[in-house]
């Protein structure tokens, strides 16, 4: 098993940066790919991107932050990273890491695990 905290969330204007982390504890965090989903208040929470076990340039991202958003991970450090950029109002939600082995995915009920969420809110 793993289990995955986020931090890194906080109040950006328009425009700024943040970088959320995920740590991962537990054995073989190389063995498990990451996602990141957000959940906006009212609305069903959904993917924004994820990254192979290796990391590297197998990477997919939801077209909504295509070209803003990078994933990362260190897996010496066991962590995952989520670099936003030209952060819009439309970004605010809570921000999850979650984890699976093996292989990328998209849906929410293709990871087993997942953190508790750290809040991202973009003003205008």
Do not use: H
Not at 81 to 89: D, E, F, I, N, V
């Amino acid at each position: 098993q793993v289990q995955l905290v986020e931090s890194g969330g906080g109040l950006v204007q328009a425009g700024g940066s943040l970088r959320l982390s995920c740590a991962a504890s537990g054995r073989a965090f190389s063995s498990y790919a990451m996602g990141w989903f957000r959940q906006a208040p009212g609305k069903e929470r959904e993917f924004v991107t994820t990254i192979s076990r290796s990391g590297g340039s197998t990477t997919y991202y939801a077209d909504s932050v295509k070209g803003r958003f990078t994933i990362s991970r260190d897996n010496a450090k066991n962590t995952g990273y989520l670099q936003m950029s030209s952060l819009k109002p439309e970004d605010t939600a809570v921000y999850y890491c979650a984890a699976r082995k093996y292989n990328t995915a998209f849906t929410i009920g293709e990871y087993p695990y997942w953190g508790q969420g750290t809040q991202v809110t973009v003003s205008s």
